[in-house]
């Protein structure tokens, strides 16, 4: 709803209050008795305040608002929301998998998962699609999911926003970084073209030590 364009709000508008429409080349209009449910992942009052949303519209389709809270606000859904998808996937690829592992799932939980239910779904699809496992572990799950990644703060005015933009930015780039070496720490510190000191003291900084003394098997 947040994307439909200003005409098409006011043609819209005009169908909720007079309850009519009319087909394109008709020649007269059509009564209508229909319940409206509409949805965006926009913030309408800030459109309205811009003037990308008309008001007059925001308010008739405002009469029972219902929030749905981003996946990381409902983690014990996770469990189920996997569940679903690794029978989807598996049955659509021909895999015998059955489940995920308590390690991984706790990592799932964990995640704080930007992309909502539509990541999580793509990423079990990916695992799925190229295991030979029946049960998906945390070693398969993709480094910056084994890595805690705080979520980031609103923005304020404080520019911890963008703190935290470039610290999970930095963050991936070291975790692809490592894993295209080996997870061989100085190879990779020379690859970057930084100190073997700044390179641990980064990976002190972001937590993900801990992991590449895991994977390289130390």
């Known amino acids: 709803m947040g994307?439909?364009?200003?005409?098409?709000?006011?043609?819209?508008?005009?169908?909720?209050?007079e309850n009519e429409i009319e087909?394109?080349?008709?020649?007269?209009?059509?009564?209508?008795?229909?319940r409206l449910i509409a949805a965006t992942n926009s913030d309408l009052e800030?459109?309205?305040?811009?003037?990308r949303f008309r008001e007059d519209l925001y308010y008739r389709?405002?009469?029972?608002?219902?929030?749905?809270?981003?996946?990381?606000e409902r983690v014990e859904?996770?469990?189920?929301?996997?569940?679903?998808?690794?029978?989807?996937?598996?049955?659509r690829f021909r895999r015998n998998v059955q489940g995920v592992a308590p390690p991984a799932m706790a990592l799932l939980q964990t995640y704080w998962w930007p992309g909502n239910i539509r990541e999580l779904e793509n990423l079990v699809e990916r695992l799925v699609?190229?295991?030979?496992?029946?049960?998906?572990?945390?070693?398969d799950l993709p480094v910056e999911l084994q890595v805690p990644v705080p979520e980031p703060e609103q923005a304020d005015g404080s520019g911890k926003l963008l703190a935290h933009a470039c610290e999970t930015f930095e963050r991936t780039f070291i975790l692809r970084a490592?894993?295209?070496?080996?997870w061989n720490v100085t190879g990779t510190a020379r690859h970057l073209g930084i100190p073997l000191s700044t390179m641990k003291h980064k990976m002190d900084r972001l937590g993900i030590r801990?992991?590449?003394?895991?994977?390289?098997g130390n």
């Open 3 to 17: 994307d439909l364009r200003i005409d098409l709000q006011g043609k819209l508008l005009r169908a909720l209050q």
């Open 23 to 34: 087909r394109v080349g008709g020649a007269r209009p059509i009564r209508t008795d229909f």
């Open 46 to 51: 800030k459109a309205v305040k811009e003037g």
């Open 61 to 72: 389709l405002n009469v029972i608002p219902v929030r749905m809270p981003p996946l990381r």
């Open 77 to 91: 859904d996770i469990p189920d929301l996997v569940s679903c998808f690794v029978r989807r996937y598996a049955t």
């Open 129 to 139: 699609a190229i295991t030979d496992k029946e049960w998906l572990t945390d070693e």
């Open 178 to 182: 490592l894993e295209r070496s080996g």
């Open 210 to 216: 801990p992991l590449a003394k895991r994977l390289r």
